[in-house]
C-alpha cells in the first residue's frame, strides 16, 4: 500500500512534469491562484520510496469552527486504473483526517461515457431527448464503470447535479481530439475537416475580413478583462475582478512558461475577442473568452478558437478541452446555444465520473450540506 505524505511544491512540480498530463487543478500553481484557501501538496510513495502520485489538496473551513471540507478538484493524480482504490485513498482519508477534515471531495480524472458529435446534435433536433444521458452513448469506458464501483464500495457519495453544472467541476465537458485512435497526431487539415461547415465557413470569413489572432502578455490582460466585463454584463455572469487573472497568469507561469497564453483577436485595431487557454503535457483546455458585441459578422471567436486549436497541435496536445457543458439538450434552454456553439468544433461530449464526498465527521458533514442548500 502506498504511504502518503506532504511535499513540497517542487516535488510536486517535478513529478506532474512525468506524466503525459494532469488537470490544471491539481498544479502547485493553482494553489496560488486559490489563496484564500489552505492548501497542501500530498505525495504518494511505493515501498521503495519511489514517488507514485500526487494532489494538491485546499482546505475550506467551515464557519466559527477549526474544521475543513478537503477538496481535490479533478484529483488526486493516482493509478485510477487500480483494482484496489483503497490502498491509494484510505492513507490520503487518514492523513486529511489528521489534518482537521469533516469531509474529504475528490474528482477522479476518469472518463465514464462519451457521445459523437452526430448525436449530440441529433439529441438538440429531438423534442423528445432532454438530458445527453438519455442517448446511449457511443463508448461506455471500462475503466469509468471500475472506479464509479470501487468509490461506491469504498463509501464514497456521488455529488449528482441537476443539470450537469456543479458547484465544483463539471461533470460534461466537450472536447475535440487532437490524435488518431493509433495515437497519431491529426494535421490541422484532419481537425479543420471534422468542424461543421458553418465553423470552416466562419474561419474562413475571419482570415478573409482581416481578423488578426495574436499572443498577448500580462500587460494585455487589461485589455482583456475589460472586454470580458463587457462579455459578463451582455450574457448575464458575475465577473472575476483583474487580479485574479493577473495572479493566475503569474501562477501557472511560474510552474511552466507554456501553461498560460493570452490570445487576442483584432480587426481593425478593435478587440473583437480575447481567451485564456491552459496546457499541462499533452492536455489543452480553453478557460475563459470573452468576444465583442460589435462587429460579430467578422467571426473573431471563430478565429481565436482556431488559433488555439492549431497551437495545441503544433505543441502535440492530444486533446483541445472545450471545458464545461450542461447535461441539458432542451432545444428551449438558455444553456443550448453554448453546446452549439462546442458542438460545431466536430469533438465529443465527455462524461466525467464526476466529484464525491466521503464524510469523516458525519455530523458535520450534514450539518455543512445545511449550510450550503441555505446559502444556494
Not at 135 to 148: D, W
Not at 294 to 306: D, H, L, T
Request: neutral net charge.
Amino acid at each position: 500500500m502506498p504511504s502518503v505524505r506532504p511535499i513540497s511544491p517542487t516535488e510536486h512540480r517535478d513529478h506532474l512534469a512525468t506524466l503525459p498530463s494532469a488537470s490544471f487543478l491539481q498544479t502547485p500553481g493553482w494553489a496560488r491562484v486559490k489563496s484564500e484557501w489552505r492548501s497542501e501538496s500530498l505525495g504518494w510513495f511505493d515501498d521503495a520510496g519511489k514517488q507514485v502520485g500526487v494532489a494538491l489538496v485546499l482546505y475550506r473551513k467551515l464557519p466559527k469552527l477549526n474544521r475543513y471540507l478537503a477538496y481535490l478538484p479533478e484529483g488526486p493524480v493516482i493509478d485510477w486504473g487500480s483494482d484496489d482504490l483503497g490502498a491509494w485513498l484510505d492513507p490520503m482519508v487518514r492523513h486529511l483526517r489528521k489534518q482537521g477534515a469533516f469531509a474529504v471531495r475528490i474528482g477522479p480524472p476518469v472518463v465514464t461515457r462519451r457521445w459523437t458529435t452526430a448525436q449530440v446534435k441529433e439529441g438538440i433536433a429531438d423534442p423528445a431527448v432532454r438530458l445527453l444521458g438519455e442517448i446511449p452513448p457511443a463508448e461506455r469506458t471500462p475503466a469509468g464503470a471500475r472506479v464509479v464501483a470501487q468509490l461506491h464500495e469504498l463509501g464514497w457519495r456521488h455529488q449528482g447535479v441537476e443539470g450537469g453544472f456543479a458547484a465544483g467541476q463539471p461533470q460534461f465537458v466537450f472536447q475535440v481530439p487532437l490524435r488518431s485512435a493509433d495515437g497519431t497526431q491529426l494535421s490541422e487539415d484532419e481537425v479543420l475537416k471534422g468542424m461543421n461547415q458553418l465553423w470552416r465557413r466562419n474561419i474562413k470569413k475571419a482570415a478573409k475580413e482581416g481578423v488578426e489572432v495574436t499572443r498577448g502578455t500580462r500587460e494585455d490582460l487589461v485589455a482583456f478583462h475589460e472586454l470580458y466585463v463587457h462579455t459578463a454584463q451582455r450574457d448575464h455572469f458575475t465577473p472575476r475582478p483583474l487580479s485574479y487573472f493577473e495572479t493566475m497568469y503569474d501562477a501557472l507561469c511560474a510552474d511552466a512558461p507554456e501553461r498560460f497564453t493570452l490570445w487576442l483577436a483584432r480587426h481593425d485595431g478593435d478587440l473583437v475577442a480575447s481567451t485564456i487557454a491552459i496546457r499541462v503535457g499533452e492536455h489543452a483546455w480553453y478557460s475563459y473568452g470573452a468576444s465583442s458585441t460589435e462587429k460579430r459578422e467578422v467571426r473573431g471567436s471563430n478565429a481565436i478558437q482556431w488559433a488555439m486549436i492549431r497551437d495545441a497541435i503544433a505543441a502535440g496536445a492530444a486533446v483541445y478541452d472545450l471545458r464545461g457543458i450542461t447535461e441539458t439538450l432542451d432545444a428551449d434552454d438558455a444553456h443550448v446555444g453554448l453546446i452549439q456553439f462546442k458542438v460545431g468544433t466536430g469533438g465529443e461530449a465527455v462524461e466525467y465520473a464526476g466529484e464525491w464526498d466521503l464524510p469523516v465527521n458525519r455530523a458535520l458533514y450534514k450539518a455543512f450540506q445545511v449550510y450550503l442548500q441555505r446559502r444556494g
